[in-house]
């Protein structure tokens, strides 16, 4: 019943950047383990970062790994993934959820979940 809204999504060339922002919707994300996912056209959604509740542990997936930066601040109640360096394969809907912990097994199960946001669309184009 977690809602989650992401933001700060967009269109940008190659090599270009975003930082989306997610948002809790009516709770605290302070006690939650957060995670952004990505669903690119004719893929499955994969798990692309996440990040402890306390920014002590963070995940990313082999792909983004040197590019993208997940980041929190509790005292504004939001996560952030900051994407820099983008090419044509970052085009996605991103969407943000909580995870039982932050760990690759973990994103991974989060996947079969059958609630998702409206997420946020990333176009990386020429």
């Known amino acids: 019943q977690l809602q989650f809204v992401e933001s700060g999504g967009g269109s940008v060339q190659p090599g270009g950047s975003l930082r989306l922002s997610c948002a809790a919707s009516?709770?605290?994300?302070?006690?939650?383990?957060i995670g952004w996912f990505r669903q690119a056209p004719g893929k499955e959604r994969e798990g692309v970062s996440c990040?402890?509740?306390?920014?002590?542990?963070?995940y990313y997936v082999n792909s983004v790994k040197g590019r993208f930066t997940i980041s929190r601040d509790n005292t504004k109640n939001a996560v952030y993934l900051q994407m820099s360096s983008l090419t044509s394969e970052d085009t996605a809907v991103y969407y943000c959820?909580?995870?039982?912990?932050?760990?690759?097994?973990?994103?991974?199960?989060?996947?079969?979940?059958?609630?998702w946001g409206q997420g946020t669309q990333v176009n990386v184009s020429s």
């Open positions: 990040i402890s509740n306390d920014s002590g542990k963070s």
């Open positions: 959820k909580q995870v039982p912990m932050c760990t690759g097994i973990q994103l991974q199960r989060m996947l079969r979940a059958e609630s």
């Open positions: 009516g709770f605290t994300l302070a006690i939650y383990d």
